[in-house]
């Protein structure tokens, strides 16, 4: 249908193999030129050949192929995604083995349990992080909280201009290892005994910080890990729309 052409054609960026370049990209821009003066594309973006764990193009001849849907079935589709993404440096062939799959199955399970944990303690303290003129009077950050929320800001803008410039797999890794190594490892470690403490101030200061990283993070990951993320949201108090139509965090206070 002419609407249909008038909507998609020209898309933005195509994303493909380095290998077919000549065979399929060139004569799409040729094509696309022959029958319509514009080119079908602006950007090209080039992933490497997925090779095994010894360097080899996979093949079904050579019979290390590994199965996409078999993996996904047993690891989770967040995991394969993961697998696929971090690591494909520019330039580079990724190395793919079930190892590697199993390893972000693992992390999937980390974020899942560290949500879980958060939802547990936190209850329903979006409304008040969001509302920032009244932040002040309602939630009392400490220092160390600030320091939190301003290292939070660091990675939405960091992670952004990655995505913004095709680094996906700079992306990936920064969230995988503030997620693990800095909110599951350290933020939520520090903050269980001011959880378990009398002080209920303190107590509140520490649920919306423990909600606002953790529901950041949901949106920062979401391109990347698709199921268990939006499964989360589901969750979360007062969410009530689809995280995959979530505005994006930008410019966000501390």
């Given at each position: 249908m002419r609407s249909d052409f008038n909507e998609f054609y020209p898309t933005s960026v195509m994303e493909t193999g380095y290998d077919i370049l000549f065979f399929w990209v060139a004569r799409m821009i040729m094509l696309g030129l022959y029958r319509t003066g514009k080119v079908p594309f602006k950007t090209v973006y080039l992933h490497g050949l997925v090779r095994d764990k010894d360097r080899q193009k996979m093949s079904k001849?050579?019979?290390?192929?590994?199965?996409?849907?078999?993996?996904?079935?047993?690891?989770?589709?967040?995991?394969?995604?993961?697998?696929?993404?971090?690591?494909?440096?520019?330039?580079?062939?990724?190395?793919?083995?079930?190892?590697?799959?199993?390893?972000?199955?693992?992390?999937a399970n980390k974020v899942w349990n560290a949500a879980r944990f958060v939802m547990m303690n936190a209850g329903d303290k979006k409304q008040e992080i969001r509302d920032q003129k009244q932040e002040a009077?309602?939630?009392?950050?400490?220092?160390?909280?600030?320091?939190?929320?301003?290292?939070?800001?660091?990675?939405?803008?960091?992670?952004?201009?990655?995505?913004?410039?095709?680094?996906?797999?700079?992306?990936?890794?920064?969230?995988?290892?503030?997620?693990?190594?800095?909110?599951?490892?350290?933020?939520?470690?520090?903050a269980k005994p001011r959880l378990a403490g009398a002080n209920a101030s303190d107590k509140a200061a520490t649920e919306a910080l423990l909600l606002e990283i953790l529901r950041t993070n949901l949106i920062l990951l979401h391109p990347f890990m698709p199921y268990v993320t939006e499964a989360i949201w589901e969750k979360l108090p007062s969410e009530r729309q689809l995280l995959m139509i979530e505005p994006w965090p930008t410019n966000k206070k501390s």
């Open positions: 001849s050579k019979g290390n192929v590994i199965d996409p849907l078999g993996v996904a079935e047993t690891y989770g589709t967040d995991a394969l995604r993961m697998a696929l993404v971090i690591g494909s440096t520019a330039g580079n062939d990724p190395i793919i083995s079930e190892d590697k799959i199993r390893g972000y199955r693992n992390f009077r309602k939630i009392k950050f400490t220092k160390e909280d600030k320091r939190r929320l301003k290292e939070l800001n660091v990675l939405v803008k960091t992670v952004t201009q990655d995505l913004e410039n095709y680094r996906f797999h700079h992306a990936g890794e920064k969230l995988y290892h503030y997620f693990w190594h800095t909110f599951a490892d350290k933020i939520i470690e520090s």
